[in-house]
T-cell receptor, first 115, second 113 residues
Framework: GAVVSQHPSWVICKSGTSVKIECRSL??????MFWYRQFPKQSLMLMATSNEGSKATYEQGVEKDKFLINHASLTLSTLTVTSAHPEDSSFYIC???????????FGQGTRLTVV | AQSVTQLGSHVSVSEGALVLLRCNYSSSVPPYLFWYVQYPNQGLQLLLKYTTGATLVKGINGFEAEFKKSETSFHLTKPSAHMSDAAEYFCAVSDRQGGKLIFGQGTELSVKP
């Protein structure tokens, strides 16, 4: 199957700083990228959907000014957690798809810890 | 709107025993259904999916699931559990392939020796 490479796999940052998470589609063009958040022992919740070259669509309750998503190319999407706080500590996972043609493929996830 | 309910947050079976993980869905459009497995601190791996056609779907590692429209179910089974099957399993629904996924709460599978 296709590969989505997500980096970093884990990061620890200080409260108030920003963290950027990258997802790259290695062997296909990810016209659509989904960003999910998973709290410990819980399910994955969709945060936002981004399409290459356009603004992301955020799910209800997700702060778009806090979770900045950029999808400037067909192979790269980034999620920036701005002014991170301990409550933002979570597992973030991206998933890239070819715009509804095939299935979406998941990255390895990023464990964010804000101290 | 779509939703998924997984019955049982934790299932424990003995090695060699049948694995049955339950999933019921709600969808106002024909659903696309998926089962994923997640190992600790890792992403999700697709086990199998139902899109259209045959309602009995076979996946990787000996897993299979049957789409039952009348019961709005998509239960996951494996005839004989292996220790390596211990993981978290998620059922998900979408309105299309490559679309956003709505996940169930997850079921943690434990396999006893």
């Amino acid at each position: 199957g296709a590969v989505v490479s997500q980096h970093p796999s884990w990061v620890i940052c200080k409260s108030g700083t920003s963290v950027k998470i990258e997802c790259r589609s290695l062997d296909f063009q990810a016209t659509t990228m989904f960003w999910y958040r998973q709290f410990p022992k819980q399910s994955l919740m969709l945060m936002a959907t981004s399409n290459e070259g356009s603004k992301a669509t955020y799910e209800q309750g997700v702060e778009k000014d806090k979770f900045l998503i950029n999808h400037a190319s067909l192979t790269l999407s980034t999620l920036t957690v701005t002014s991170a706080h301990p409550e933002d500590s979570s597992f973030y996972i991206c998933s890239g798809g070819e715009g509804g043609i095939g299935e979406a493929f998941f990255g390895q996830g990023t464990r964010l810890t804000v101290v | 709107a779509q939703s998924v309910t997984q019955l049982g947050s934790h299932v424990s079976v003995s090695e060699g025993a049948l694995v049955l993980l339950r999933c019921n869905y709600s969808s106002s459009v024909p659903p696309y259904l998926f089962w994923y497995v997640q190992y600790p601190n890792q992403g999700l791996q697709l086990l199998l999916k139902y899109t259209t056609g045959a309602t009995l779907v076979k996946g990787i590692n000996g897993f299979e699931a049957e789409f039952k429209k009348s019961e709005t179910s998509f239960h996951l089974t494996k005839p004989s559990a292996h220790m390596s099957d211990a993981a978290e399993y998620f059922c998900a629904v979408s309105d299309r392939q490559g679309g956003k996924l709505i996940f169930g709460q997850g079921t943690e599978l434990s396999v006893k020796p």
